[in-house]
């Protein structure tokens, strides 16, 4: 029982200041501290500086071998992509709208918080040197994800040329910050370079304001808008991300991917993890389905705590 609670207050604490600082940009919101359109400039220099530095400083800081746990990637990034499709294709069936709509829906439901919150609970849980997990997977998320969702939105926002589509997201994927950073890290990783001691500052300063910096912008949103839920929608994408993504890694576990007692309880925890807030820079970016995509944040981020807490006390142990 003791050990229950202290994983619900392991979850608490890294989940509590990522409420606050939400709060905190809601409230510079209704008093207007702030104006709206503070949260796409705060949402514009977490895209092009913070979170690729996170990306670039957590990957040639690691031990490129430890990257490649070839099983976890297989199951967190398989049960990711299954979800993205899945996500799809239930927002189409679900609701006769854009692609662009149903492809922001597939992201917001497959989309881990591996970063903001992954990361400091693997630390809590399991010391520094054991965040690994973590990192790896907000590398998949925050390169391979975004890779396919801004695919995805050139290519459902053009048309034309189908030649002229392709020229457009080959270009939109070679100038994304997020996946030049994470190649970049790897290539450091691999080839143990030296990083000079005042880049790896900068890098460092730049990747601790990521989080916050993307949460107070979610909060500054959401103070300009009517706080109307709709249940409809929010029920099966924060469902699909909660509950069904944590599933589908399991059911890999048990049948394709062994892993051992520490890896498939990073795997089923990384994917239990809320919807992302990079989800919401991204819905912002393309100026399509903004409203939902902060909704589900807070709501999946609320209610996954019970469930993290559980996997937590099952997992940690070992």
Same mark, same amino acid.
């Given at each position: 029982?003791s ?8 979850v ?6 990522v ?9 510079a ?11 796409e ?9 913070a ?5 670039? /400083? ?10 490649l ?5 297989c199951v ?5 992509l ?22 922001q829906?597939?992201?917001?439901a ?8 992954? /990361?400091?609970?693997?630390i809590?849980?399991?010391g520094?040197?054991r965040?690994?997990?973590?990192i790896v ?6 390169? /391979? ?28 994927l070679?100038?994304n ?11 450091w990783?691999?080839f ?10 900068f ?14 912008? /979610?909060?500054?949103?959401?103070a ?12 099966w ?7 069904v ?18 890896w ?25 389905n903004?409203?939902?995509?902060s ?11 019970p ?12």
């Amino acid at each position: 029982m003791s050990y229950r609670f202290g994983a619900m207050q392991t979850v608490i604490n890294v989940a509590l200041p990522v409420f606050a600082i939400m709060l905190a940009g809601f409230l510079a919101g209704r008093f207007r501290l702030l104006s709206g359109g503070a949260a796409e400039a705060i949402n514009q220099y977490v895209y092009w500086f913070a979170l690729p530095a996170v990306l670039f /400083i957590g990957l040639a800081r690691a031990p490129f071998g430890d990257v490649l746990n070839i099983s976890f990637l297989c199951v967190f990034t398989g049960s990711t992509l299954f979800i993205y499709v899945l996500g799809w294709l239930i927002g189409a069936f679900h609701k006769k709208a854009g692609s662009d709509l149903h492809a922001q829906q597939a992201l917001t439901a497959s989309f881990s918080n591996t970063g903001y919150m992954g /990361i400091p609970i693997f630390i809590a849980a399991w010391g520094p040197d054991r965040a690994m997990p973590a990192i790896v997977a907000t590398v998949v998320v925050s390169s /391979i994800m975004v890779g396919i969702a801004v695919t995805a939105q050139e290519l459902t926002g053009k048309v034309g040329d189908p030649k002229d589509a392709l020229k457009d997201v080959s270009k939109a994927l070679l100038t994304n910050p997020l996946i030049i950073s994470a190649v970049l890290g790897l290539v450091w990783s691999a080839f143990r370079l030296p990083t000079p001691a005042a880049l790896t500052n900068f890098f460092t300063l730049s990747a601790g304001s990521a989080g916050p910096c993307a949460l107070f912008a /979610i909060g500054l949103f959401l103070a300009g808008r009517p706080l109307q839920f709709d249940l409809r929608d929010l029920g099966w994408i924060v469902g699909l991300k909660l509950f069904v993504h944590p599933a589908i890694s399991w059911i890999l576990i048990m049948t394709l991917f062994p892993l051992d007692h520490f890896w498939t309880g990073a795997a089923l925890l990384l994917s239990a993890l809320p919807t992302g807030s990079l989800t919401f820079v991204m819905a912002q970016r393309y100026s399509v389905n903004v409203e939902q995509t902060s909704q589900v944040i807070f709501v999946s981020t609320l209610l996954s705590l019970p469930l993290l807490a559980g996997l937590l006390a099952t997992f940690a142990k070992g």
